[in-house]
């Protein structure tokens, strides 16, 4: 993933000091979805030196010498895509911790993405997770990111916690322990990605971008920077799967959307830590992102 256009994040003050808990989503969608060995539908895909194994746990690092990745087996068109994660402590500018989908390497320079990215920082501020959807333009000069940043209400580098993506032919919702921290839904197919993705996750330098538009770059003498992921969950609608197939809904109904419930957790995790919308930056073209 080394496509990005830096931005600035100016929008919301929030205190980073809160310990409180956003409300219930009062569905638990990850516990609807098995855990699935690692070697069962991922491989390494580069830096096998910087990779780990501990039982179920998979750690990756970065080092001066390379970071690491590992990619699903098969390409998807729709699916639930999770994993826990647990960041590196510390000074950890410059350095981006992911899961993601892509289809990159099919589609060079006209790809699609759908983001999940942890943005190193330096010891006195917390780690930003940004989101981002886009489709047909990274690597050909003409990047439309659809960018969303937020901190989070407890210490990531502490403890594993879930995150996951629900993408469906309509919508796509990012998940946080189960709370729903964005939802993105298609209103046309130009501004929505549809082309199958593979799974992957990675560590790497984005010394350029990553923490304030790279004015703190990746200092190796606090190397090796480490991502640990453990509880792989993956159910989903391979590329090959008839149209029949069904991805599972990030609701606990069967059409798509959120519940009551779900929404108003959602809109407590962006009003209290959101720290960047794309659709409200006065510096962006919207012509360019007709959804906003």
Not at 97 to 106: A, I, M, R
């Amino acid at each position: 993933m080394a496509f990005f256009v830096p931005i600035i994040l100016f929008m919301f003050t929030i205190s980073t000091d809160a310990q409180d808990n956003p409300p219930s989503p009062g569905y638990n969608l990850s516990s609807r979805i098995d855990t699935v060995a690692f070697d069962q539908v991922y491989r390494t895909l580069w830096g096998p030196q910087n990779q780990r194994f501990d039982q179920n746990s998979l750690t990756i690092w970065l080092d001066e010498s390379s970071g690491s990745g590992f990619k699903s087996i098969k390409p998807y068109k729709s699916g639930y895509f999770g994993t826990a994660v647990k960041l590196h402590p510390g000074y950890t500018a410059g350095v981006i911790t992911s899961f993601y989908l892509s289809n990159g390497e099919d589609h060079p320079g006209n790809h699609d993405e759908i983001d999940i990215e942890f943005l190193g920082t330096t010891p006195d501020k917390p780690y930003i997770l940004q989101t981002n959807v886009y489709m047909r333009g990274s690597g050909d000069g003409n990047i439309i990111g659809r960018e969303h940043r937020i901190h989070l209400w407890f210490d990531p580098t502490q403890d594993f916690h879930d995150y996951a993506i629900v993408w469906t032919p309509n919508e796509i919702i990012f998940f946080v322990d189960d709370v729903p921290i964005r939802r993105y839904p298609r209103k046309s197919d130009e501004t929505f990605p549809l082309r199958p993705m593979y799974v992957y996750g990675s560590i790497w330098d984005a010394s350029s971008w990553a923490t304030e538009n790279g004015k703190y770059k990746a200092n190796y003498g606090y190397q090796p920077f480490l991502g640990r992921y453990r509880n792989f969950k993956l159910k989903g609608c391979e590329a090959d799967t008839p149209l029949s197939c069904l991805p599972p809904s990030g609701s606990p109904a069967t059409t798509e959307g959120l519940s009551c419930q779900q929404v108003v957790a959602m809109q407590w995790v962006q009003s209290r830590y959101k720290v960047y919308d794309y659709c409200l930056d006065p510096k962006r073209d919207q012509t360019q992102t007709p959804e906003c």
